[in-house]
């Protein structure tokens, strides 16, 4: 079976500090991925979506990037955070004949 | 516009009682329509998937209705317990040649004892 993995699970960092979250998936070959964001008390926003090895989409201007160096792992990064990247990251994949997408637990980021 | 929209933004409701969530889009051309429950801290979890063909889905105590025509989803939940306290949201695929999924903001249901 399919799983998705992600850390870390929480995250605290002072503003102008960089980031690196992690998103790995077992169990399935060339999936598609994806990041997104969730603000407190709003839906999820789109950041990245990637369909494979080097190839990356972004969906809107902002201070993050995504890179992905393996089939199976999709990585969101910062050179420098801002206090309004703060939220909840969570990462998801599906593949080209799935009906839905699976989402991994997700990351919570705080920025001071 | 590609939009989706939910309704209520949150809802109270008595554990034990039913309640039924909305959610009406605009998406051109439609694929399908998905009810995912996030639990708060947590990745959302898939309830239930509907094609342009399917009326109705059941998933336990979870049963989305979908109108096409109107472009209306409903997702009703019985004999609400506790642990149905959660985000509900909306998703809504579009059947490009490229990817494209439209998610509403999610009703906030509490469940009270």
């Known amino acids: 079976s399919q799983t998705i993995h992600q850390w870390p699970a929480t995250l605290v960092q002072p503003v102008g500090s960089p980031l690196s979250l992690e998103c790995t998936v077992e169990g399935t070959s060339n999936p598609n991925l994806y990041w997104y964001r969730q603000a407190a008390g709003r839906g999820l926003q789109l950041l990245f979506y990637s369909v494979g090895i080097g190839q990356i989409s972004s969906e809107v201007p902002q201070n993050l990037s995504a890179s992905r160096p393996q089939d199976r792992q999709f990585i969101l990064s910062s050179k420098k955070l801002l206090l309004s990247d703060s939220g909840f990251y969570l990462c998801?994949?599906?593949?080209?004949?799935?009906?839905?997408?699976?989402f991994g637990p997700g990351t919570r980021l705080t920025v001071l | 516009k590609n939009q989706v929209e939910q309704s209520p933004q949150s809802l109270i409701i008595l554990e034990g009682k039913n309640c039924t969530l909305q959610?009406?889009?605009?998406?051109?051309?439609?694929?399908?329509l998905r009810w995912y429950k996030q639990d708060t801290g947590r990745g959302p979890v898939s309830l239930t998937i509907?094609?342009?063909?399917?009326n109705t889905k059941s998933n336990g105590r979870y049963t989305a209705t979908l109108d096409a025509d109107t472009k209306q989803s409903s997702l009703h939940i019985t004999a609400s317990q506790l642990s149905d306290s959660a985000s509900y949201i909306c998703v809504v695929s579009v059947n490009t040649g490229g990817f494209k999924t439209i998610f509403g903001a999610g009703t906030r249901l509490f469940v009270k004892a």
């Open positions: 509907m094609t342009f063909s399917e």
């Open positions: 959610c009406n889009y605009t998406v051109s051309p439609f694929s399908n």
């Open positions: 998801a994949w599906d593949g080209d004949f799935t009906d839905e997408q699976f």
